[in-house]
């Protein structure tokens, strides 16, 4: 018998991520491969984490299984109901709706949107919303379009918001990226959005806050140089952290140098955390995040 090696085989099988919080307790991890194996699945890929601090546990989980959506969590459904399970079930690599806000600044933006390009990061970007319209050119060189709203007072900054929950509800957005948005949410946007919604920034907060942070950080002579992508909430930049990446400096750069490092940063740690989030890797364990890496 004769057959081309060279040829794909195509495989019947789903792949499945899996992601699960609930209560601790003896049994879970018994209960899961169960069900699992009863839909005749293969667990490929299997984290855990038992929080000590909080009684809380965490998996995920990517399985191979012939099962289609629908009976692999008919498969699942008494052990979620068993143990109270927040689970979800998704395709493996399924870009994610991401809806980007954005103001003037250009590089955590056209990072995001060059990676979808290319197929680097699993997202699918609908929309670019910002308060102004400087990064208009550039969205539209990625084939993304792009809107902006002035935020000028109290009224405009309310009609923006209703713009960015109009587009979540019309195009199905599961997260929101504030890719150097520079304006603070409403505490009702916080709430509406928690838990999917992701910020950065530099972490000289709160030591260097104001329009120049770098002009203030060289002028006292910094010596490292970071960025912090987190969950937005009501209380500015404190919500759960997601990624933090830092770099030395020393004194002989300048601020403007400081500028472009500190740019790389926020767009590196911003698209480790987007990436994270967007393979199911981000669970929230109350005001922090459990990163299954």
Known sequence: MEFDAARPH???HHHWVITI??????????????AIVA???????????????TGRFFMRLQVESPAGLEEFETALAPVIDAYAMNAHVDVVGRPLRTLVLASTAA???????????????ALDIPLVLSNHGTLRDLV???????ESHPVTDADSKT?????????????????????????????????????????????FLPGFKGANPYKQAHAR?????????HFVTSDLDEGPIIEQNVVRVD???????????????????????????????????????????
């Not at 839909?39 to 984490?49: C, H, P, R």
């Not at 056209?110 to 390009?117: I, S």
């Not at 539209?140 to 792009?146: A, R, Y």
Request: net charge negative; hydrophobic share 40%; glycine share 8%.
């Open 159 to 203: 009609a923006f918001e209703a713009r960015v929950l109009q587009a979540v509800a019309e195009h199905d957005i599961e997260l929101v990226v504030l890719a150097r948005y520079m304006q603070i949410i409403s505490p009702d946007l916080c709430e509406e959005l928690a838990g999917r919604m992701i910020n950065i920034h530099h972490s």
């Open 221 to 229: 002579g910094v010596k490292l140089i970071g960025a912090t992508a």
């Open 107 to 121: 590089h955590c933006v056209n990072d995001l949107l060059f990676r979808q390009r290319a197929g680097q990061i």
């Open 10 to 12: 195509p495989s019947p």
């Open 251 to 293: 004194h002989s750069r300048t601020p403007a140098e400081l500028v472009a490092i500190g740019q790389d940063e926020e767009s590196r740690t911003l698209r480790q955390a987007v990436t994270w989030f967007a393979e199911r890797r981000v669970l929230l364990d109350g005001v922090r995040t459990i990163i299954f890496r």
């Open 21 to 34: 919080s609930c209560a601790d307790r003896p049994g879970i991890v018994h209960a899961v491969s169960g």
């Open 140 to 146: 539209g060189f990625h084939g993304v379009p792009f």
């Open 39 to 53: 839909a005749n699945g293969n667990i490929t890929e299997s984290q855990q984490f038992s929080s000590a601090d």
